[in-house]
Structure formats: C-alpha cells, structure tokens
C-alpha cells in the first residue's frame, strides 16, 4: 500500500521535475511549470509542490499560493475532464438553466463536484470570451458554442463514456490544421468589417515600413496617429512607447495584452483568430520602436483553444524571418515572442498583474510607481498593450498617422471594434469610426427592443433609452469594446448582483476596500432585491461605493461600483419601486429576517413578533 | 537638510523629506502620524490596508507607497478621508471575528486602538462573514488564530525579510485570501517563539499567539492603554 503511494508520489515528482526542466528551472516560470502539472495530473498533487519547492528554491506555501490564485489550478483532484459552463448574465439569458440542468442530470452531479469515477468535473466560471455564441463552456482545451440543452447532455454522455474529447469538435479533429480547429469551434462573426483591421490587410507592409525607419520615427507616427490604448483606459499609445524607449535600460519587453476578461468583450478573441498576423506585426514593430528584443503574448487561459494556432503562427513567422535575429535582413534588429497562457484570473488584464503573472508570482497588481514603462517584467522598462491596439500600430505605419488621425473624432481617432451580445439579433463584432452613437450601433445590431445597455462591460456603465444617442468614444462613452444588451424584460437589480458578484470573484485580495467591501456591496444589493431596504440604503450605497473607489489599489477596485452607481442614476426607478420607508424604532439598514433566521430554524417555528402571518 | 532634501505640506504643515522616501516615512520624522495597519516598522511596505488613504495633489494614494515629491500638497486627517478609513477599519471588524473583552491582543491590539483614534463608537451598518477557520494550536510554544486576521501580511514579511525563514504566505483568492503557514500546520514548520514574525510584535492583532505568556501584562496597562495609537509619533513635534 506504502510502496504503491511512493511510487505514485515518485511519478508525480517526475512529472514536477519535467515541468520545470521544460523552462530551464527558472522560477519566474511556475506559472507554465504549474499549467502543464495541471494538465498531466488534472491537479497539483502534494508532492509536485513539494518537488518544484525544492528545484526551484522556493517553499511549498509560495507555490500553494501561486496555485491557488488562479481558478484554472487545482490543489484537489478534478476529473479527467472539466466543464466549465459560463454562467455570466448573458448566458443566464440565453438558456443556461435548461442546460445546467441537462448537463447535471446526465453526469449525476452538481456545479462543483466530480463524477465518482474521476471522468468529469463540472464547473460554473465567469464569462469565456463567447458571449455572441452563449450559452458556451470550455471543456479543457476545446470550447462548446451556442449550447442547447440536447447538445449539452450529448456532450456529457459522451465525455461520462470516456471518449475522445476532441471527436466533440470533429471526428476528423487530428486532421485539421490549427486554425482550421480554432474555425470548427467558433464563428468569428464579423458583421462589420472597417477600414483598419477586419477589412482587406496587405501582410507585413506595416513592418517593412517600420524596418526601413528610424525608432523615433516609429513613434513619433504612432503619436501623430492619435492611437489611443484600446484596453479600456484609453492611454496615448506613442507616449508610452517613447516613454519605455527614454529609460536607462538593458532589457525591454513588449507585452501584448490578451487577457480580455471584461465580461462582454469577444473582439481580441477575433482579430487572434483573424489577424493573428498583423497583431505579431504590430508587436515586432513596437520592438522596434523601443528597443525590445523579447516579447510575451498574455493569453488568457479561456482562449486555450487558440493556442496551438497562434504557436504555429509564431513558428511561421520564425520560419519566414519575420522574428528572431536580423528581422526582414536588417542587422540588430532581433526580436521573439513567447506565448504565456493564463490560469483563470480576471485581475491579470490589469498590466501590474499581468506581469507579475509572467513572473510567476500571484497575479497581484504592482504598486505605482514605479510604472511599467519605468520598471516592468522583471524590473526591465516594458510596454504592455492591447491585442486591437497593436493591430492598429501596424496598419499606422503602413498607411500613414494622417489617414488614421482622420477618422473619427476629436478626442478618439481611428475604428474601434465593438463586441456587440445580449438580447439582439446579430451579435458578434463591428468595426466602426470612434463617434458613432449608441442607437446606431443598435440598429446595425438589429437590437430594437433594448431598454439597457451595459457599455465597456460590469467595469463600464450601464445607461437606458435616453442615453442612446451618446456616442462612443472617449470624448463620452468610453469603452474597451463591449456592448452588452438587455430588453425591457430584464431584471436590472439581477444584472447588478451578478456583476458584483463577478468583482467579488474575481478581487485579487489584495486590498481592504475592494476585497471586503464589494461582499458588502452585494450584500445591500441583496437588501434592494428582497424588498428590504430603505431610502437611507441608497446613501448607504453611494457612501459604500464612494470608499471603494477612492481606497482601492488597481482598477478592479475603482470600477467594481460601477454597475451600483451607474444603475443609480440612469434607472433610479428601479430602486424607487423596491425601497420602502424603514419600520418603525428599527435602523433601517437591519434586516431583521435575515437576522432571526438562525433562531426561527433553531426554534422551528417563526417569529410571534416579526412573521406577520404568524396567527395563521 | 542636505541640498537634495526637499519639502512639502501635510494639512498645510511643511515637511522635509529625502528623494525616495515615501509621504509616510516623511510624516513620520516630521511628528506627523498618519494611520497605518499593514505598515510596520522595519518591513518592506505593502499597501494593502488602505487605512493610510491621503490626497496627494487631489488623488487618493497610499501613504506608506507614495514616494513625497517637492512642493506636494497632501490632506490628511480631513473629515473626509478620517470617515473612509473610519469606513475601512469596519470593514476589518466585520470581515473576521472580533470579540475585544475576551482576546488576548485587547489592549495591544493595533486594530483596536485604530477603531477608538478613528471614532468607531457606534454600531455599523455593515453585516458580520463571521469565518469559522480552525484554530492552529499544534506548535508548542504558538497558536495561530486567523479568524481576527487582517490580512496585512505583515508576519509573511518578517519571516521572509527578517527571519530568512518563509513560515507564512498567502493562500487563495479575493474574500478568501488567507493566511497559511509552510506546512501542514505550524508544528510542521520551522516557526521559533525566538522568530521576529512571532515574538517582535510584528502581528498587529490577536492572530499569533505565544503560549503560556497570555495576559502576563494586565489589561489596563498595555500598550494604548496608556496612549491613543499614532502618540508615539506625534510626541516628536510637540
Ligand atoms: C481589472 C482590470 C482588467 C483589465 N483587463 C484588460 C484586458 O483584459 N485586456 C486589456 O488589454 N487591458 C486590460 N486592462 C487594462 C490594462 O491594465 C492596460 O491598461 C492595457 O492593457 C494597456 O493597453 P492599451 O494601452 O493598449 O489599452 C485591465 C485593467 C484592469 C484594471
Ligand atoms: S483593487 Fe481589488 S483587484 Fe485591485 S489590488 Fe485591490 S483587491 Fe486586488
Ligand atoms: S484582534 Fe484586536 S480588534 Fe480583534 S478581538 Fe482582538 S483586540 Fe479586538
Ligand atoms: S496573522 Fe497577523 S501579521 Fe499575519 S497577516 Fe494576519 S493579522 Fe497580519
Ligand atoms: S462567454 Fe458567457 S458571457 Fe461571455
Ligand atoms: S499602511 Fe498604507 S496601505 Fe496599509
């Protein structure tokens, strides 16, 4: 028994020793080391802790804490095979329930748990990045889009029966080229292609451009352009390239953010599937701009599906002398790309997390300063951008910053890609000049009946009717991308909660405000949706999300409110119609019935004083 | 003052700082106290209790992080801001279990004295997580009780920083991050009474206990029994 465990744990070491053997036993790679033990072993068994620990020269804590950060690690054992069905909002809408239930019937179990037999776990997870296609799950490195209840019960029989997961995609699976594998899985669903990046793109005309040009030309066109950061916060792209490019420095990185976390936003997941190409054109170029030789592509562990397609880009572009040593022929121009894939963690779009994910550290925020440009991976001055940013570098410095500077608006110059879902009849992605108005972009949806719109996702805000004729863009609505929208059916107060809930979840921890205080947050929202609260919780509220937005450390924290205050004051009837004037002698805040539940249970029987219906 | 010194204001009071001191380093030397609870003395600052929230040229930052810069204008005990980090050391009380009479920290007790500096005199609005996490009493001479952790991290620093050892570390993720130890439980570490983490007051609460040394000094006469939190610094001024 004792023999058969050493030598179980002896295999596990083995498969640890392999991990880190694979990266040179360089710490900075448990991420990769613990993604690949996670993959042999569907968990991270005890003794693989404990054998990185001591090949790397860390302790076992540090490594339990790296491992469980991240949602897509396990430190218990999970089946052969995980579902991980997307339980965000929209999916809700789109008909999750029937499928959460077919899926549990046929495999006999529940959100959380594991069939006997080790076969199949089955999990809830934030949204996946397919919100045109949902109800969707991830099923370990395929998808499964626009599910029915049949299709999800036939998907479980058939992983519950130990067959091959890919055969779920195609029986020709194996034959398949990468991307045709990525296309078997997922539509893209352009529906709007525009003059930038989903139209006609000539290959590499911006980097040939680039390799004849002098570093400080590069950017001083990219400032010229008006390209602004397309990840949400809407950054001046040439300035913190110029930024990187003025530090003392003998390293500098270039990091493209493929994080796209933000529920509602799909477009990166496009343009990584459609022009793969131009986004490591336009990385190699802002090497060039400032000096990189080595680049990392932040994949979010959701888009694993992509992965093997964008390394056999990669290795093309090696192939092609499109990265490496001497780029296009140009001596001293030497760059290369490697591919980190992440684990299940919102917070690591934020760029300080990001990087310390890459590091091989929690995906915790850095603090600021100093910034990235001045100290990033690894202490090196490093850029990190946006996958649709670096797309528009590229096409910047093929066809000039003054046909670019253009289009759009004053404040907003160029297209922006627009992740369009929820109640509308074509979702999928639109490429359209910054300015254009909410109802326009509506319309082209075929969203007629839309009452709300949740504008940049839960980070963003959500506005009604009266608000459609704002434009896009950061001269008003700001946004990264994502369009999300509801008809007059919806429930604003259940969108709200599940937004709260998705920032509680996915809080990094690290700071008070936003660790404990969006639980308390979604807490007085329970109030608002049990019908128990008062006007004096709407102050309450406001003061609660006020705190939260001044004290937090990152992003995360200083928009989770968001979708609280944004609901406030565009639907301030939704609130009205649930508040009622606090009970007499009672602080308003108290929510008695909760707070009697315990005892009502303990005494089995309700309360003389606070049950109304307690004489009947 | 050295000619690379430089100053700036605190609630409108000039303050010298060095290049590379942070606003509450600066504070401190000047007598000015700022609130604190995961910065301590001797350990690499965190930035993560947020108690020591000012507005440094009308931006909200850390004190313990933010590097001062000449000429900056910073607020700090305005009403404002005391009523926020009033807001979070509530917070702190509501996310574990806090029963002052019966701990062993009361009176020691950094959150404690933090709550009566700030004004916490009546009952919150916020409802109790009430965790129900094991006490670790295995080693001989510690116990371990995180249901009034803080999360401030400050024990992880001084292992690692201080003590060379690595006897604590954070676990899990958002309302679930804890504090762990290297091991099975803290007898399966290489955790010492001797430890700074352990014995050098580093925990500003009543988590790490050392045994058989409980309520040695009375209540009534500990550490902010005798002073408001935050005096020992102000003195400097007077
Ligand atoms: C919680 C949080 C999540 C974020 N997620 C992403 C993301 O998924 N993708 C992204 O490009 N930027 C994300 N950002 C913004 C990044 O921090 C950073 O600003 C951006 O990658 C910079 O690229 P850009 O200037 O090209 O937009 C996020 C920020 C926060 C605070
Ligand atoms: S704001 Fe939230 S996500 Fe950001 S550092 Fe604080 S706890 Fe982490
Ligand atoms: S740790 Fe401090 S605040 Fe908590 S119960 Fe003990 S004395 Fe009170
Ligand atoms: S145990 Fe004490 S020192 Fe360690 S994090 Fe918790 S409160 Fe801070
Ligand atoms: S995939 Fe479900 S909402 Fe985005
Ligand atoms: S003391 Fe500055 S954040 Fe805790």
Same mark, same amino acid.
């Given at each position: 028994?004792?023999?058969?465990?050493?030598?179980?744990?002896?295999?596990?070491?083995?498969?640890?020793?392999?991990?880190?053997a694979?990266?040179?036993?360089?710490?900075?790679?448990?991420?990769?080391?613990?993604?690949?033990?996670?993959?042999?072993?569907?968990?991270?068994?005890?003794?693989?802790?404990?054998?990185?620990?001591?090949?790397?020269?860390?302790?076992?804590?540090?490594?339990?804490?790296?491992?469980?950060?991240y949602?897509?690690?396990?430190?218990?054992?999970?089946?052969?095979v995980?579902?991980?069905?997307?339980?965000?909002?929209?999916?809700?809408?789109?008909?999750?329930?029937?499928?959460?239930?077919?899926?549990?019937?046929?495999?006999?179990?529940?959100?959380?748990?594991?069939?006997?037999?080790?076969?199949?776990?089955?999990?809830?997870?934030p949204?996946?990045?397919?919100?045109?296609?949902?109800?969707?799950?991830?099923?370990?490195?395929?998808?499964?889009?626009?599910?029915?209840?049949?299709?999800?019960?036939?998907?479980?029989?058939?992983?519950?029966?130990g067959?091959?997961? #890919?055969?779920l995609?195609?029986?020709?699976?194996?034959?398949?080229?990468?991307?045709?594998?990525?296309?078997?899985?997922?539509?893209?669903?352009?529906?709007?292609?525009?003059?930038?990046?989903?139209?006609?793109?000539p290959?590499?005309?911006?980097?040939?451009?680039?390799?004849?040009?002098?570093?400080?030309?590069?950017?001083?066109?990219?400032?010229?352009?008006g390209?602004?950061?397309?990840?949400?916060?809407?950054f001046?792209?040439?300035?913190?390239?110029?930024?990187?490019?003025?530090?003392?420095?003998?390293?500098?990185?270039?990091?493209?953010?493929?994080?796209?976390?933000?529920?509602?936003?799909?477009?990166?997941?496009?343009?990584?599937?459609?022009?793969p #190409?131009?986004?490591?054109e336009?990385?190699?170029?802002?090497?060039?701009?400032?000096?990189?030789?080595?680049?990392?592509?932040?994949?979010?562990?959701?888009?694993?599906?992509?992965?093997? #397609?964008?390394?056999?880009?990669?290795?093309?572009?090696r192939?092609?002398?499109?990265?490496?040593?001497?780029?296009?022929?140009?001596?001293?121009?030497?760059?290369?790309?490697?591919?980190?894939?992440?684990?299940?963690?919102?917070?690591?779009?934020?760029?300080?997390?990001?990087?310390?994910?890459?590091?091989?550290?929690?995906?915790?925020?850095?603090?600021?300063?100093?910034?990235?440009?001045?100290?990033?991976?690894?202490?090196f001055?490093?850029?990190?951008?946006?996958?649709?940013?670096?797309?528009?570098?590229?096409?910047?410095?093929?066809?000039?910053p003054?046909?670019?500077?253009?289009?759009?608006?004053?404040?907003? #110059?160029?297209t922006?890609?627009?992740?369009v879902?929820?109640?509308c009849?074509?979702?999928?992605?639109?490429?359209l000049?910054?300015?254009?108005?909410?109802?326009?972009?509506?319309?082209?949806?075929?969203?007629?009946d839309?009452?709300?719109?949740?504008?940049?996702?839960?980070?963003?805000?959500?506005?009604?009717r009266?608000?459609?004729?704002?434009?896009l863009?950061?001269?008003?609505?700001?946004?990264?991308?994502?369009?999300?929208?509801?008809?007059?059916?919806?429930?604003?107060?259940?969108?709200?909660?599940?937004?709260?809930?998705?920032?509680?979840?996915?809080?990094?921890?690290?700071?008070?405000?936003?660790?404990?205080?969006?639980?308390?947050?979604?807490?007085?929202?329970?109030?608002?949706r049990?019908?128990?609260?008062?006007?004096?919780?709407v102050?309450?509220?406001?003061?609660?999300?006020?705190?939260?937005?001044?004290?937090?450390?990152?992003?995360?924290?200083?928009?989770?409110?968001?979708?609280?205050?944004?609901?406030?004051?565009?639907?301030?009837?939704?609130?009205?119609?649930?508040?009622?004037?606090?009970?007499?002698?009672?602080?308003?805040?108290?929510?008695?019935?909760?707070?009697?539940?315990?005892?009502?249970g303990?005494?089995?029987?309700?309360?003389?004083?606070?049950?109304?219906?307690?004489?009947? | 003052?050295?000619?690379?010194?430089? *100053?700036?204001? $605190?609630?409108?009071?000039?303050? *010298?700082?060095q290049?590379?001191?942070?606003?509450?380093?600066?504070?401190?030397?000047?007598?000015i106290?700022?609130?604190?609870?995961? %910065?301590?003395?001797?350990?690499?600052?965190?930035?993560?209790?947020r108690?020591?929230?000012?507005?440094?040229?009308?931006?909200?930052?850390?004190?313990?992080?933010?590097?001062?810069a000449?000429?900056?204008?910073?607020?700090?005990? *305005?009403?404002?801001?005391?009523?926020?980090?009033?807001?979070?050391?509530?917070?702190?009380?509501?996310?574990?279990?806090?029963?002052?009479?019966?701990?062993?920290?009361?009176?020691?007790?950094?959150?404690?004295?933090?709550?009566?500096?700030?004004?916490?005199?009546e009952?919150?609005?916020?409802?109790?997580?009430?965790?129900?996490?094991?006490?670790?009493?295995?080693?001989?001479?510690?116990?371990? %009780? *995180?249901?009034?952790?803080?999360?401030?991290?400050?024990?992880?620093?001084?292992?690692?920083?201080?003590?060379h050892?690595?006897?604590?570390?954070?676990?899990?993720?958002?309302?679930?991050?804890?504090?762990t130890?290297?091991?099975?439980?803290?007898?399966?570490?290489?955790?010492?009474?001797?430890?700074?983490?352990?014995?050098?007051?580093?925990?500003?609460?009543?988590c790490?206990?050392?045994?058989?040394?409980?309520?040695?000094?009375?209540?009534?006469?500990?550490?902010?029994?005798?002073?408001? $939190?935050g005096?020992?610094?102000?003195?400097?001024?007077?």
């Open positions: 028994m004792n023999g058969q465990a050493d030598h179980q744990a002896d295999a596990i070491a083995a498969v640890a020793e392999e991990a880190a694979a990266t040179g036993h360089d710490r900075h790679r448990l991420l990769d080391m613990l993604l690949a033990i996670q993959e042999r072993c569907r968990w991270i068994p005890p003794a693989a802790v404990e054998r990185l620990a001591a090949s790397l020269g860390l302790t076992p804590v540090f490594i339990r804490g790296v491992a469980s950060f949602s897509f690690l396990s430190l218990e054992p999970k089946g052969k995980i579902i991980r069905l997307c339980d965000d909002i929209i999916d809700r809408h789109a008909g999750l329930d029937a499928v959460l239930a077919a899926v549990t019937d046929e495999l006999g179990i529940s959100a959380g748990e594991t069939t006997a037999d080790g076969a199949v776990s089955l999990e809830v997870t949204c996946i990045g397919l919100c045109d296609q949902a109800p969707a799950a991830m099923v370990n490195d395929i998808v499964l889009t626009s599910l029915t209840p049949e299709t999800a019960r036939h998907a479980a029989r058939h992983l519950k029966a067959k091959p997961l #890919h055969d995609v195609s029986p020709h699976f194996a034959g398949l080229t990468p991307q045709q594998r990525v296309h078997a899985q997922v539509a893209s669903n352009i529906r709007a292609p525009g003059a930038v990046l989903l139209g006609e793109v290959r590499e005309a911006g980097l040939r451009r680039a390799a004849t040009m002098e570093p400080r030309a590069i950017i001083a066109a990219i400032i010229a352009s390209l602004r950061g397309c990840g949400g916060a809407g001046a792209t040439g300035r913190k390239w110029e930024m990187a490019a003025r530090e003392e420095a003998s390293r500098r990185v270039v990091i493209c953010n493929a994080d796209e976390g933000e529920p509602g936003t799909f477009k990166d997941r496009v343009l990584l599937t459609e022009r #190409h131009l986004l490591f336009g990385m190699t170029i802002a090497a060039r701009a400032i000096g990189a030789a080595e680049g990392i592509l932040y994949l979010r562990g959701e888009y694993v599906y992509l992965r093997d #397609h964008l390394e056999a880009v990669l290795a093309e572009r192939a092609a002398g499109l990265l490496g040593h001497a780029i296009l022929g140009c001596g001293g121009f030497d760059f290369d790309i490697r591919l980190q894939l992440g684990a299940g963690a919102y917070v690591c779009g934020e760029e300080g997390a990001l990087i310390s994910s890459c590091e091989g550290l929690r995906g915790e925020p850095k603090t600021r300063p100093p910034f990235p440009v001045q100290r990033g991976y690894l202490g001055p490093t850029v990190v951008n946006n996958v649709e940013t670096l797309c528009h570098a590229a096409r910047i410095l093929d066809l000039g003054d046909w670019y500077f253009a289009m759009g608006t004053a404040g907003s #110059h160029g922006k890609l627009f992740s879902s929820g109640d009849r074509a979702p999928g992605v639109y490429e000049p910054y300015g254009i108005t909410v109802g326009e972009l509506l319309a082209l949806a075929g969203a007629e839309a009452a709300a719109v949740q504008v940049g996702g839960p980070s963003g805000v959500m506005i009604g009266d608000s459609f004729h704002r434009r863009g950061f001269d008003d609505l700001a946004t990264g991308g994502a369009i999300i929208v509801f008809n007059g059916s919806r429930n604003i107060l259940e969108i709200v909660d599940y937004y709260l809930a998705f920032f509680v979840h996915e809080s990094c921890g690290y700071c008070t405000p936003c660790r404990v205080g969006n639980v308390f947050l979604r807490q007085a929202i329970a109030k608002f049990h019908g128990h609260a008062s006007a004096e919780d102050e309450e509220l406001r003061t609660l999300s006020a705190t939260i937005i001044e004290t937090s450390r990152c992003g995360l924290g200083t928009t989770s409110p968001n979708p609280v205050l944004s609901t406030l004051s565009h639907f301030p009837l939704v609130y009205a119609a649930v508040t009622r004037p606090a009970q007499d002698g009672q602080q308003a805040s108290f929510d008695i019935q909760s707070a009697i539940e315990t005892a009502r303990i005494a089995r029987r309700r309360s003389f004083v606070y049950d109304r219906d307690f004489s009947q | 003052m050295t000619d690379k010194d430089f *100053t700036f204001t $605190i609630d409108g009071a000039s303050v *010298t700082a290049p590379g001191q942070t606003i509450m380093e600066a504070a401190d030397a000047a007598g106290y700022i609130p604190r609870l995961c %910065d301590h003395e001797g350990l690499r600052h965190q930035g993560s209790c108690v020591c929230t000012v507005k440094a040229a009308g931006r909200s930052v850390a004190a313990c992080t933010q590097p001062a000449p000429g900056l204008v910073v607020e700090s005990e *305005t009403p404002h801001i005391q009523a926020m980090r009033k807001s979070l050391v509530e917070m702190l009380f509501h996310e574990g279990n806090h029963i002052c009479p019966v701990c062993e920290a009361s009176g020691n007790c950094e959150l404690q004295a933090m709550a009566y500096r700030l004004g916490m005199v009952p919150t609005k916020l409802p109790y997580l009430e965790p129900t996490r094991p006490v670790d009493a295995s080693h001989p001479g510690i116990a371990l %009780d *995180t249901n009034r952790c803080i999360s401030c991290g400050r024990c992880i620093r001084a292992s690692e920083d201080v003590d050892k690595g006897v604590f570390g954070y676990c899990g993720r958002g309302i679930h991050r804890r504090i130890v290297n091991g099975e439980d803290l007898a399966h570490t290489d955790a010492a009474v001797s430890d700074h983490a352990i014995s050098g007051g580093v925990c500003p609460v009543g790490i206990i050392v045994k058989r040394v409980g309520f040695r000094l009375p209540i009534g006469a500990r550490a902010f029994d005798r002073q408001i $939190i005096e020992a610094i102000e003195e400097k001024r007077r």
